[in-house]
T-cell receptor, first 108, second 113 residues
Framework: RKEVEQDPGPFNVPEGATVAFNCTYSNSASQSFFWYRQDCRKEPKLLMSVYSSGNEDGRFTAQLNRASQYISLLIRDSKLSDSATYLCVVNEFNKFYFGSGTKLNVKP | NAGVTQTPKFQVLKTGQSMTLQCAQDMNHEYMSWYRQDPGMGLRLIHYSVGAGITDQGEVPNGYNVSRSTTEDFPLRLLSAAPSQTSVYFC????????????FGPGTRLTVT
């Protein structure tokens, strides 16, 4: 069983749409949670950390549900520049586990 | 700051050859790690280090060796390349584990024929 599972998509949405991604993780002892963004053939970059209380950064909102072991990312008012693959990442002690990513295509 | 640098950017090897992928960071980060990324899969941890002189295995360590003699450098050695090691390799560093951001290098695209 994979440590972190994500719907691969793609999610094809028009500009201005709201889109949500979910991710589940298998180890209840996981300690830290993140969303990274990866553009085609580039290195991943941190989008935001995810906290138990939920957190927001502009158009992006992340939520963590420890009881159900899932993490979500909500993107409001999608921009063309949001087109990318979004990676869910979970930290267990000294190791980071990545989901396979969810691809988002924002269309004009 | 250059951040995390990786060399080479591209490499083609024949089966059985060995090589070293270089990774360096200038942010004085204690934690460094190597990942491989295959099509349709997420990044998988190969090896990591929590400081100079300390290394440990990740999810997929077989066929790879690492060492960490300095804080700045964390080379990855392929002992005897196999076609299954064809992949994109990313090196990353962070202040620590836990809730710290990882900074990634630009990657090395390796093909083993």
């Amino acid at each position: 069983r994979k440590e972190v599972e994500q719907d691969p998509g793609p999610f094809n949405v028009p500009e201005g749409a709201t889109v949500a991604f979910n991710c589940t993780y298998s180890n209840s002892a996981s300690q830290s949670f993140f969303w990274y963004r990866q553009d085609c053939r580039k290195e991943p970059k941190l989008l935001m950390s995810v906290y138990s209380s939920g957190n927001e950064d502009g158009r992006f909102t992340a939520q963590l549900n420890r009881a159900s072991q899932y993490i979500s990312l909500l993107i409001r008012d999608s921009k063309l520049s949001d087109s990318a693959t979004y990676l869910c990442v979970v930290n267990e002690f000294n190791k980071f586990y990545f989901g396979s990513g969810t691809k988002l295509n924002v269309k004009p | 700051n250059a951040g995390v640098t990786q060399t080479p950017k591209f490499q083609v090897l024949k089966t059985g050859q060995s090589m070293t992928l270089q990774c360096a960071q200038d942010m004085n980060h204690e934690y460094m790690s190597w990942y491989r990324q295959d099509p349709g899969m997420g990044l998988r941890l190969i090896h990591y280090s929590v400081g100079a002189g300390i290394t440990d295995q990740g999810e997929v360590p077989n066929g790879y060796n690492v060492s960490r003699s300095t804080t700045e450098d964390f080379p990855l050695r392929l002992l005897s390349a196999a076609p299954s090691q064809t992949s994109v390799y990313f090196c990353a560093s962070s202040t620590g584990t836990g809730a710290y951001e990882q900074y990634f290098g630009p990657g090395t695209r390796l093909t083993v024929t």
